[in-house]
């Protein structure tokens, strides 16, 4: 099939446009810049150079295309009107890249007993208000004759295979670790992400090109852990011997933005993937913490 992914040179949507070239699609995708068109041509994608605000770049595209997978903005709705208008009345697929940040709770490192499977009621928080409203609208677009999928990662690690190759949480950690000579989480670091290994999450796109259902929606993980956790064995990859350290919302919100500190780091997002599981979609990727210990952190 012809594929258009956008985020090609990206962390996500590098890996995921990556991986449907190596099965044989014929894949297109978006970049922001011509100096990144070799990168992403050695993975087997030809690069249309555009951003997400370039409506007729994307319509046509999309157009030419038999799926378009958006991987580039879990927030941006100019380029999600452009592309799904493109598509209503195709039946083509459109797969939208989501986070489960959308059932966040801004907790400043405290845990909490909340778990959501795709089925579950939530109300979002005013930080992700627009995109939770964003998704309802994409999947609205399964009444106008296209097949809309949202689907809704949560903390992904591992090293991606595309021309993007670092995800966002897990570096982060690693190199404040490095700066600091001791790891440091946002508060008490007891809060609780799920997560998901790259090499998992990418699967899942493709069988949703193949098998997911118009307005299909699917949370993505394998496995949960604390930033405490996470904090404790980047220090036992680095050889440090003591405990991580607790930082205020003041400082973690100087090394990383308040946005990231408290809606990412110092947050919870607890999920289940039960849908994608029904799918078809089977995890066997190594988990989080074996992944810090020993796998592509280390190295």
């Given at each position: 099939m012809k594929i258009f992914c956008t985020g090609a040179s990206g962390y996500i949507g590098g890996s995921v446009a990556a991986h449907l070239s190596a099965v044989g699609h014929q894949v297109t995708g978006l970049i922001r810049s011509a100096e990144k068109a070799d990168a992403v041509r050695a993975f087997g994608i030809e690069p249309v150079v555009?951003?997400?605000?370039?409506?007729?770049?994307?319509?046509?595209?999309?157009?030419?295309?038999?799926?378009?997978?958006?991987?580039?903005?879990a927030d941006h709705k100019g380029a999600v009107v452009a592309l799904l208008n493109e598509l209503a009345g195709t039946g083509k697929p459109f797969i939208h890249t989501s986070g489960s940040s959308i059932i966040g709770t801004r907790a400043r490192g405290e845990p909490t007993d909340a778990v959501f499977d795709e089925d579950t009621p939530f109300t979002p928080s005013?930080?992700?208000t627009a995109r939770v409203a964003l998704n309802e609208?994409?999947?609205?677009?399964?009444?106008?004759?296209?097949?809309?999928?949202?689907?809704?990662?949560?903390?992904?690690?591992?090293?991606?295979h595309g021309a993007g190759r670092d995800s966002v949480q897990v570096p982060l950690l690693i190199r404040l670790a490095r700066k600091r000579g001791n790891a440091a989480h946002a508060g008490p670091g007891e809060n609780i992400w799920s997560n998901v290994h790259?090499?998992?999450?990418?699967?899942?796109?493709?069988l949703a090109i193949d098998k997911a259902p118009a307005g299909g929606f699917y949370f993505v993980e394998n496995g949960e852990n604390s930033?405490?956790?996470?904090?404790?064995?980047?220090?036992?990859?680095?050889?440090?011997?003591?405990?991580?350290?607790?930082m205020s919302m003041a400082e973690a919100a100087a090394e990383?933005?308040?946005?990231?500190?408290?809606?990412?780091?110092?947050?919870?997002?607890?999920?289940?993937?039960?849908?994608?599981?029904?799918?078809?979609?089977?995890?066997?990727?190594r988990s989080l913490i074996e992944e810090i210990e020993r796998g592509c952190y280390r190295e």
């Open positions: 555009g951003t997400l605000d370039d409506a007729q770049v994307l319509s046509r595209a999309a157009q030419a295309a038999d799926v378009v997978v958006n991987a580039a903005s005013p930080a992700r609208f994409i999947m609205a677009y399964r009444d106008k004759g296209c097949r809309p999928v949202v689907i809704c990662p949560s903390l992904i690690y591992g090293i991606g790259i090499d998992d999450l990418v699967p899942l796109y493709a930033m405490r956790e996470l904090c404790e064995a980047i220090n036992r990859m680095l050889g440090i011997a003591e405990p991580p350290s607790a990383w933005s308040e946005g990231t500190a408290e809606d990412s780091m110092a947050s919870n997002s607890r999920v289940r993937a039960k849908r994608a599981r029904q799918l078809g979609w089977q995890p066997k990727a």
